[in-house]
């Protein structure tokens, strides 16, 4: 009797063989499916039964994280009324190993009616499916690993991995680049590294804004109130003047032998101090903080017109470290 380990190289080892076999079966049917979705003003819609549905799914979730609106249509569902989410705009992807699968091939004539376009993901290139379809991407199998040469292995393999490709071959194609991967992933770590301080920031009222001849007494009581321990001091076209912090307080203390609370803030302010613009990711924004060793900046315009107010709680609260 064969052992566990050989028969898992052995069915590794026939899946290897059907993921080259696959790829000396690229052709330039697969360049017209890619170029089709490219200028697709629609959706891409997924539909596969029973394994080839689960692989349906996942290709159908890559698509959409990776900048193709992509969603996934169950056959059987299809027939039962969820073909309404087909346009004529949309194009279908359809799987199918054998070509011949009955719930596949029962929707092919009504997605033609719709007026969408088909692309079919099968494995023989002469069956119902392949010749129905607009595009043909062959994902011929010469046999399964299954040691019956019959549970769905090296052909599910096959499928899922010509559905990377072509999500991979839209993402060059598109000029997709990190940020954008990160817009659909905010919950992530690498969707957390890409937010911008305009994502973060106190914007209007809540930003801690006084005037440059605001009473040091009374600006330390909106400080107070504020609980950012940080005032922005702007001029009447709303332009950075200068911040005022908790620690400017201490030092004022710290020098003044006579304590005087009724000069105007300017007097104490920190003139000309650090700022970011709103569109400047917040880590960026940390990196300053930190090297600066302040935990608040002001959000300016390219004008330096103050826009907004940021935090280190905001950030911490955001989960960037």
Do not use: W
């Not at 400017?248 to 101090?273: G, W």
Request: with cysteine.
């Amino acid at each position: 009797m064969i052992s566990p380990l050989d028969s898992a190289k052995k069915a590794l080892n026939y899946e290897i063989e059907a993921l080259k076999e696959a790829v000396n079966n690229l052709d330039d049917n697969f360049t017209k499916a890619v170029n089709l979705i490219l200028n697709s003003s629609g959706r891409l819609i997924v539909s596969g039964m029973g394994k080839s549905g689960l692989i349906g799914n996942k290709i159908s979730a890559t698509l959409s994280s990776t900048g193709t609106p992509s969603l996934f249509l169950h056959p059987a569902e299809a027939l039962h009324g969820d073909l309404g989410m087909v346009t004529e705009d949309d194009i279908v992807l359809l799987l199918s190993n054998s070509g011949e699968t009955d719930e596949i091939i029962r929707i092919v004539p009504f997605i033609r009616r719709i007026g969408a376009k088909i692309i079919a993901m099968v494995g023989n290139l002469d069956s119902s499916l392949a010749k129905n379809s607009d595009i043909v991407i062959n994902s011929f199998v010469s046999r399964e690993a299954c040691p019956l040469n019959l549970a769905p292995t090296s052909s599910t393999t096959v499928s899922l991995a010509l559905g990377d490709a072509l999500a991979c071959a839209l993402i060059e194609a598109r000029g997709f680049k990190e940020k954008d991967f990160a817009r659909f992933h905010p919950s992530g770590s690498l969707g957390r590294k890409f937010i911008a301080v305009k994502d973060l920031m106190h914007s209007g009222d809540s930003i801690p804004l006084v005037s440059p001849d605001e009473i040091l007494r009374e600006a330390v009581v909106k400080m107070s109130h504020g609980g950012f321990g940080a005032l922005v001091i702007t001029g009447k076209d709303k332009k950075l003047l200068g911040v005022f912090t908790d620690g400017d307080l201490r030092r004022f203390f710290e020098k003044s032998k006579e304590v005087d609370l009724d000069i105007p803030i300017s007097n104490v302010m920190t003139a000309n101090p650090k700022r970011v613009t709103a569109t400047r990711l917040a880590m960026e924004a940390l990196k300053i903080m930190e090297d600066k060793a302040i935990t608040s900046l002001p959000v300016v315009d390219n004008q330096d017109v103050v826009v907004g107010f940021l935090h280190l709680h905001d950030i911490l609260k955001a989960r960037l470290i």
